[in-house]
């Protein structure tokens, strides 16, 4: 009887693996191709690829920001991704009910509510935070992933990529000249690389 009068008080609460799959489809209707993955451990519960960077969402019920953070953290160290991306989602969308909300209703609240959103990438020795504690809507989603993904690599890093690729170039349009025949072909992929075709 004590399990009956529990039900009663606290009800049926939507899981978060149900956000996750439903959010996972509207993203996909948005225009962001993603695999939404069930939540098992050492599993993200959505993965994208946005321009080249690697990308992990995470979702939590608000009150969780603290297991969240460290999911992140968790994900960037064990080399999943480039940027993780939590969102916490209020808990008026969980909360218990006497009758379970159905898919249609939780896709209907998710476009209406309003995601506290933090995001960090890999760096140096420990994660780097990209931003915190930003709130954002489902509309505004790609918008932020586009910017997350972005910043993922600083400019340090992003001008050292650069400057090692310029090198690997010249070595091998220097390297050509000395084959007959060969220098007009290694100025032009220089060309190629460097300005496009």
Avoid: H
């Amino acid at each position: 009887m004590a399990v009956d009068r529990q039900f009663m008080t606290e009800g049926l609460k939507v899981r978060e693996e149900n956000v996750s799959v439903i959010l996972s489809g509207l993203l996909e209707e948005r225009g962001v191709p993603n695999v939404s993955l069930l939540q098992v451990t050492k599993v993200p519960d959505i993965y994208l690829v946005w321009s080249g960077t690697r990308v992990i969402i995470e979702t939590k019920e608000e009150g969780q920001r603290s297991e969240l953070t460290k999911q992140l953290a968790g994900r960037i160290s064990e080399g999943l991704c480039e940027v993780a991306v939590g969102l916490e989602y209020p808990t008026s969308l969980v909360k218990g009910t006497l009758v379970a909300p159905s898919t249609s209703d939780i896709r209907k609240t998710l476009q209406k509510v309003t995601f506290i959103s933090r995001a960090i990438a890999q760096g140096g020795t420990d994660p780097r935070l990209l931003f915190e504690e930003t709130e954002v809507r489902l509309s505004g989603l790609p918008e932020l992933l586009a910017q997350a993904a972005s910043e993922a690599l600083p400019d340090a890093d992003l001008e050292e990529a650069v400057a090692r690729i310029k090198a690997a170039v010249e070595g091998f349009v220097s390297g050509s000249s000395t084959l007959p025949g060969v220098v007009s072909t290694a100025e032009k992929m220089r060309s190629v690389l460097e300005l496009g075709p």
